[in-house]
T-cell receptor, first 117, second 118 residues
Framework: GAVVSQHPSRVICKSGTSVKIECRSL??????MFWYRQFPKKSLMLMAT?????????EQGVEKDKFLINHASLTLSTLTVTSAHPEDSSFYIC?????????????FGPGTRLTVL | QQQVKQSPQSLIVQKGGISIINCAYE??????FPWYQQFPGKGPALLIA?????SEKKEGRFTISFNKSAKQFSLHIMDSQPGDSATYFC?????????????????FGRGTQLTVWP
């Protein structure tokens, strides 16, 4: 149980285009999902916290208009990188919290490698 | 800003040896402390977690030791195997007394790259 999937696993796009990444909790309802960014050999940097049915809470320094987050259902959250540029290239990982189990445990997706040319 | 300090940054252990990774955190209460294991190109996977009401938790070869007075917790990997070679992250979810609940977000250490030689 507690499986989180992400799609796509890898995406390459041209500068200026938008990219959407999906995060799904497959066998539980996730009232809260989190989006992280990770640079090579670095720790996870929290970008935003997404609660189902409400606006995402962004961390300081993260551009809301650049990284659009939607959490329309209890099993799906999406991150859209708008007008992507090469500096947005990174490994993006989502996590989900199982509201019916421990409120603290986060389960991570496999990550999405974004490369902007 | 609340932080968790993790050490060492990298660790090399021979097969069969004990791997020890340490983390120190700031002054908070009723925390939740998970450890995550991450292989290259993959998302972190929950390895083991502890709450401050116990001082130690063991699951197979993995043990978390928690020292609340020192605000430290550590991961011990017994009989380390080459398959354990990965990056390990400690994290904690602090309790916010004014909210009466945890903050719900995790603060991560910088990670420890473990290499186990055969």
């Amino acid at each position: 149980g507690a499986v989180v999937s992400q799609h796509p696993s890898r995406v390459i796009c041209k500068s200026g285009t938008s990219v959407k990444i999906e995060c799904r909790s497959l066998d539980f309802q996730a009232t809260t999902m989190f989006w992280y960014r990770q640079f090579p050999k670095k720790s996870l940097m929290l970008m935003a916290t997404s609660n189902e049915g409400s606006k995402a809470t962004y961390e300081q320094g993260v551009e809301k208009d650049k990284f659009l987050i939607n959490h329309a259902s209890l099993t799906l959250s999406t991150l859209t990188v708008t007008s992507a540029h090469p500096e947005d290239s990174s490994f993006y990982i989502c996590s989900a919290r199982d509201g019916e189990r421990s409120t603290d445990t986060q389960y991570f997706g496999p990550g999405t490698r974004l490369t902007v040319l | 800003q609340q932080q968790v300090k993790q050490s060492p940054q990298s660790l090399i252990v021979q097969k069969g040896g004990i791997s020890i990774i340490n983390c120190a955190y700031e002054n908070t209460a009723f925390d939740y402390f998970p450890w995550y294991q991450q292989f290259p190109g993959k998302g972190p996977a929950l390895l083991i977690a502890i709450r401050p009401d116990v001082s130690e938790k063991k699951e197979g070869r993995f043990t978390i030791s928690f020292n609340k007075s020192a605000k430290q917790f550590s991961l011990h990997i017994m009989d380390s195997q080459p398959g354990d070679s990965a990056t390990y992250f400690c994290a904690y979810n602090p309790f916010a007394p004014d909210r009466g609940s945890t903050l719900g977000r995790l603060y991560f250490g910088r990670g420890t790259q473990l290499t186990v030689w055969p």
